[in-house]
């Protein structure tokens, strides 16, 4: 609608400026003779006025809708005046230089009514042309030239009229999607008012684009002071950290998945969680933060690992209660025989013996258990994957398990594969994994290690990692049951006969305080293979 008023305006200015120039014309360079011509002229320019001022009153006036009829009736007029217009401008039979004009209001025809309407005024101009040249100007003579005019008047009247019918359904699509694209818009704003999550975008410039109530409220930022212009100090101002993260997407072009901001409070501490995405637009990319107060989850989730903690400690120390038992059992009952007077001296060598033995076995057995409690992170540096395990195998190899055993099978990478992490710990899990492998292959055996850097794709979907390193470590063993696999890593679970099942659970807590992740296959028809993944940065130094 508000289009096919805009061009009923332009519509109207054309009518008249065409009248108005006509009587100018008729007035100041015709001949009086020819008062014929200047009444034409006047008429035409009083007719114009009075149909193009009772049409600015019909639709701006009273504001009433251009109905079909009501276009048909202007398109209309504009033919017979363009029509009066060629037959006062044809001299001496020659056609009209204004003849052009019939092209207008056949264009003006084609994209304000529907194909048919356009077809129609088209027609209405050629009959009235040829009319007019034929019957009303006595010294016209039917030429080439002029038929050819004609001709291309009803070509003209055809093709605008098709191209307007395609233009307007061009531009009522155009505009439903614009009117869709609008009510979306509103719609996404309204969402956005009301979420929780704090949405921030800025411009590549960290100009303040936009920012809805969550992020005002939790930054206690007003959004209209700050619109437009640079909010990245003052973000790190409200929430340190906050405007250097988004700088650095900035910068990089790479969104950051996961970030948190501790605010101190006298109140207690607040956590707030960031992320970023970027977005392209035509000039250059923004930069939307999203800000979530995960206070209260943090909380949770720490009263969630208490309880774990709680829990694993209870368990562990059930295991290792079983544990000892059976050797405190066997030593109470040997003292209790050796206190007798009936053994042989035989039997009291047997039984000091298996005292001996079994308080040995507590021994190791605690010192095990020590060593794996106090496993901590202590000291970070940058540690080449490839010494780590050289220095593991070394001493894996001197280990009285691995006499006669199997052989290891290792080609170091010959670029470096460097990681964050612990040197002595990184020692201790890769040493008890090959160990693990070299007990279960026997001799004979072989222990294939390989050590190089992963791709995302190669690891399951449960485990992201940020430029990960990978451990492989595969043994010619038996292989893993699969109802053991879930208990492997578990404290005191072993297989072995004489195993203490604290092992592989070292491993496990050594990997996880990297920040990476281990995975078995456990391959029951012969030969379990331990994947373990690492991140080249851990995020874990401080």
């Known amino acids: 609608m508000g289009q096919t008023l805009r061009m009923l305006r332009w519509l109207y200015i054309g009518r008249l400026t065409l009248a108005a120039g006509i009587f100018t014309g008729a007035l100041g360079t015709w001949s009086v003779a020819a008062a014929g011509t200047t009444l034409i002229a006047t008429l035409g320019l009083l007719a114009s006025l009075a149909v193009t001022l009772a049409s600015v009153w019909w639709t701006e006036g009273l504001g009433r809708a251009a109905s079909r009829a009501f276009l048909y009736g202007q398109l209309v007029f504009d033919t017979l005046l363009v029509t009066a217009v060629v037959h006062i401008t044809t001299v001496g039979g020659a056609p009209s230089d204004f003849s052009f004009l019939y092209v207008l209001v056949i264009a003006s025809a084609a994209l304000l009514l529907p194909l048919p309407g356009g077809v129609v005024i088209g027609a209405l101009a050629c009959v009235l042309?040829?009319?007019?040249?034929?019957?009303?100007?006595?010294?016209?003579?039917?030429?080439?030239?002029?038929?050819?005019?004609?001709?291309?008047?009803?070509?003209?009247?055809?093709?605008?009229?098709?191209?307007?019918?395609?233009?307007?359904?061009?531009?009522?699509?155009?505009?439903?999607?614009?009117?869709?694209?609008?009510?979306?818009?509103?719609?996404?704003?309204?969402?956005?008012?009301?979420?929780?999550?704090?949405?921030?975008?800025?411009?590549?410039?960290?100009?303040?684009?936009?920012?809805?109530?969550?992020?005002?409220?939790?930054?206690?930022?007003?959004?209209?002071?700050?619109?437009?212009?640079?909010?990245?100090?003052?973000?790190?101002?409200?929430?340190?950290?906050?405007?250097?993260?988004?700088?650095?997407?900035?910068?990089?072009?790479?969104?950051?998945?996961?970030?948190?901001?501790?605010?101190?409070?006298?109140?207690?501490?607040r956590f707030l969680g960031l992320r970023t995405t970027v977005m392209s637009t035509r000039e250059s990319p923004w930069v939307t933060a999203v800000i979530q107060d995960v206070t209260e989850f943090k909380q949770v989730e720490d009263l969630v690992r208490r309880a774990e903690r709680l829990q694993a400690v209870a368990e562990l120390g059930a295991s290792l209660a079983h544990e000892i038992k059976n050797p405190l059992a066997s030593i109470r009952s040997s003292v209790e025989q050796l206190a007798g007077d009936r053994l042989s001296a035989e039997d009291r060598d047997v039984l000091r013996r298996l005292v001996l033995g079994e308080s040995d076995r507590l021994s190791r057995l605690l010192s095990d258990f020590m060593e794996f409690s106090r496993l901590e992170l202590r000291r970070w540096r940058v540690l080449d994957l490839r010494d780590v395990v050289s220095q593991a195998i070394g001493l894996v190899s001197q280990h009285p398990d691995a006499e006669g055993g199997p052989s290891i099978d290792f080609e170091p990478p010959t670029t470096p594969v460097m990681v964050d992490g612990d040197e002595d710990l990184l020692h201790r899990a890769v040493f008890n994994l090959l160990l693990n492998a070299v007990q279960h292959s026997g001799a004979g055996g072989l222990v294939l290690v390989n050590v190089g850097p992963a791709s995302e794709l190669e690891m399951p979907a449960s485990v992201r990692l940020e430029g990960p390193a990978r451990i492989t470590v595969q043994d010619s063993g038996p292989g893993i049951r699969e109802e053991d696999i879930s208990h492997l890593f578990d404290p005191f679970f072993t297989t072995r006969e004489n195993g203490n099942g604290l092992g592989l659970a070292m491993v496990h807590r050594a990997v996880e305080a990297h920040g990476g992740a281990i995975l078995v296959d456990g391959n029951r028809g012969g030969g379990a293979k331990f994947t373990v993944y690492l991140p080249s940065q851990t995020g874990l130094r401080r």
């Open 129 to 269: 042309y040829f009319v007019d040249m034929a019957w009303l100007q006595p010294e016209f003579e039917l030429s080439i030239a002029a038929a050819t005019q004609i001709g291309l008047f009803v070509v003209l009247a055809l093709v605008t009229a098709v191209l307007g019918d395609r233009l307007r359904r061009t531009g009522r699509a155009l505009g439903e999607m614009e009117t869709q694209l609008r009510q979306l818009r509103t719609d996404t704003n309204e969402i956005m008012e009301m979420m929780d999550t704090g949405l921030l975008t800025v411009d590549s410039s960290g100009r303040l684009v936009h920012s809805n109530r969550a992020a005002q409220t939790l930054l206690v930022l007003d959004d209209p002071s700050w619109r437009g212009k640079p909010v990245l100090e003052e973000l790190d101002r409200r929430a340190p950290g906050l405007g250097s993260v988004v700088a650095r997407t900035i910068e990089t072009q790479q969104a950051v998945r996961r970030h948190e901001i501790r605010l101190p409070s006298v109140d207690g501490d």
